[in-house]
Structures are given as C-alpha cells and as structure tokens.
C-alpha cells in the first residue's frame, strides 16, 4: 500500500541518514538571504507559552506576536517577549499583511473556525490537536488550504519524538516481528476540559498507533465514565481494530495519582515497551514470547514454550519535539512539501475520534470510521 506519511529511517541510535539529531526529513536549507517565516501565536493558555519559547527560538521562523484576549496571559507574554505586537482580536491579526503564518493553541471548538478564517486570510496555519471536532470540518480545512496553496497542519508533537521514532523503526525493520496487539496507558490527575478525556488525551496516542502502524483503524470501540460532571468523560477506554487485524486498546484518564505515558507492542518475535516519563532508557526492546511446537501430529502434542531472551535498551537522543515540528512546518511553508504531521493524518484521527464518540452514544457498539468506509467502497 503507499505509504500514508512522509518516511523516517534511522538507526536504534536515533540518528538517520548520517545526520545527528535522527531526523529524515529535509533539514531548511541555510537561511542566506532568506527571511524567515513571520509567525504569531494565537492562545497563550497552557500550550501557547511553548509554542512562543520555541518559534523565537528556531531560526527558520520569526515571533511576530500574539493574539490573546486574556489581559493577564498578554501581559506574561509581554514580559517574556518585550516589544512584540499583541492583538485583542483574531482579525486584526489576520489583517497584517508581514505575518505569514498563525499557530493556533485555542480550545478545540475554535480550531475550525479560526483556522478557516486564517486560511482565508492567505496564512499558513499551524492548530493544535484535534484539527477539528468534526471530520467534515477537517476535509473543509484540507481543501481550503489546498485550494489556497497553503500548509496546514496539525499540532501532532509525539510523531517527532525520537522515542517514538526509534519503536517506529524496530517496527517497520521487522524487529518485533508481526504485530499482535499495542496497549497505551496516558493517565494522570487532571487537566479538567469540557470537551472530555478522548478529545483531550487519545488524539496522542492515535497520532502514535497510526505512525507507527501505517495503515487504518476499521473498527473502534469506546466506553467511557463521568464523575465529576455528566456528559463529560474523565476516564475512557478505546479498543481499535486495523486493517491488518492487529488490535490496540487505549486507556485514558484524568483521574490517576500519578503521571503515566506508557505502550506496549506485542510482536510475534518480540516486544517493546515505549515509557515516555523515563528519561533515561524510555525504549526496551525485549526477546520473550510464546511458541509452540512445530509440526506436532496431533492436537494432544501442541506444546506451549516460553521465549526468555535479552533485553535492549537502545540509545534515544534527547531532542525537543515540539522544536522539530515546528522545523517542519517552516520547511513545508518554504517549500511546499508535505509536514510529517500532515493534515491527512489529523483527518484520520478526527474521524477516529468521531466514531469513539459515537460507540459511546451506542452503549460502546463497535463503530466503523468514515474514511475506512470509504476506503472499503
């Protein structure tokens, strides 16, 4: 099948292509004469301060400004970013004919409709996830944008994770074997969003399934329970079906003691365990399994034995992922080429996201997505 994403090759060291920060993707070329690409932020809430610190710091972009209606979240900005415009409101931004692009970190109900306006504005335009609440939303999105001959992308962080990349890799090498199933705890105590637990914390952990699968969820189950606040889930739980047949489930919650970003691969040769609170070793590649017996005569000979080997713990350079995605989509805005966090694959997760929604509402039937009916048709 083609492949969905731009490709990533590296080594289990995290580097690629001899280059020393594991990154495949073409690097920008040096600046020279080339300005960089004038950039506002619009949001300054729990994501936008990163968004701030890490545009002025790349060099392939330029921090216009912000767009904050929060007197409070302006002036924090103003004191770490002294002289940069503030704007009140998105049109006046939008209005500035030296601002090339906006990067949206807003409540997920604006990404739509702010993102759209920024699109027709002639911006390229960067929005955090989800790319939109609805999938027709999305493909709206995707069309403008390339209608207008502009970038649009999702804020998908975790596919530029060097962590991330090196399981990719094991994965597409063959290392682990076929893959038999992935389970993903993200857990923690808060942060509290209306918009529920699947919106807030399984855009991340679809972002990695799919990245590292490269093929479609068909099938997705959802059960959910809310505590604090009717209609608002806090804890989720997913189970994801694929077109190869491997199955994933994803456990989500607000409500736990402690911090918990783990997923485990299942392989047929081995296994993986993903750790991203571990600093130091968030990558352990291990020999053990199951088999049995081959060629047995009959049912009654069938022999189960268990595979004990090592355990690897490959080399994962600590690089900032947000810093890298923020590279690319300055590459993609100066060249026109496609983002590794590319606005088909925030489609894709949207309309996961619309059919765990829907299992819910169903008592947790499993729900096909749409672009996997179509895909099927």
């Known amino acids: 099948m083609a492949e969905p994403f731009p490709p990533y090759r590296a080594h289990l060291n995290g ?53 904050e209606l929060d007197r409070r979240r302006a002036d924090a900005f103003a004191q770490k970013h002294p002289g940069l ?30 993102a759209r306006r920024a699109l027709e504005a002639g911006k390229h335009v960067l929005v955090e996830k989800p790319l939109a609440t609805t999938a027709e939303n999305a493909r709206e999105l995707i069309e403008l944008a390339r ?28 290392v682990l074997g076929e893959v038999y199933f992935i389970t993903s705890s993200r857990m923690n105590l808060g942060k509290y969003q209306l918009d529920g637990v699947i919106c807030d914390l399984a855009p991340h952990d679809l972002s990695i399934l799919l990245y590292w699968l490269e093929e479609r969820v ?7 329970q809310s505590v604090f606040r009717t209609g608002v889930a806090e804890t989720a739980f997913l189970t994801l079906t694929f077109e190869s047949g491997t199955t994933a489930n994803i456990q989500i919650s607000w409500l736990a003691p402690r911090k918990v970003r783990q997923m485990i691969v299942v392989g047929s040769r081995r296994m993986v365990q993903y750790d991203d609170t571990a ?36 080399r994962v350079d600590a690089v900032e992922p947000l810093s890298l995605e923020l ?8 060249t026109g080429g496609e983002p590794r966090s590319s606005s088909a694959l925030g ?31």
């Open 15 to 67: 580097h690629a292509n001899g280059s020393a920060d594991g990154w495949a993707h073409a690097r920008p070329a040096e600046n020279g004469d080339r300005p960089p690409v004038r950039t506002a932020v619009v949001g300054y809430g729990y994501w936008g301060p990163n968004l701030a610190r890490n545009v002025a710091e790349r060099p392939e972009l330029e921090l216009a400004g912000l767009c």
């Open 85 to 114: 415009t503030v704007w009140r409101e998105l049109d006046g931004l939008l209005l500035e004919p030296d601002v090339d692009a906006v990067l949206l970190a807003t409540p997920p109900q604006t990404h739509y409709p702010y």
């Open 147 to 174: 209608a207008r001959e502009l970038v649009l992308m999702p804020g998908h962080t975790f596919v530029y994770s060097a962590s991330v990349n090196a399981v990719r890799q094991l994965i597409r090498d063959g």
């Open 218 to 224: 068909v099938q997705v189950a959802a059960s959910a």
């Open 279 to 314: 600093s130091d070793e968030p990558v352990r590649v291990y020999d053990r399994g199951m088999d049995f017996a081959a060629a047995p005569a009959s049912f009654g000979e069938y022999q189960l034995t268990y595979r004990t080997g090592d355990v690897v713990i490959p």
């Open 327 to 334: 590279e690319d989509f300055a590459r993609a805005v100066r």
């Open 347 to 377: 489609l894709e997760i949207v309309a996961v996201l619309e059919a765990a929604e829907t299992s819910l509402r169903g008592g947790g039937e499993p729900v096909t997505p749409v672009l996997a009916e179509r895909v099927a048709a």
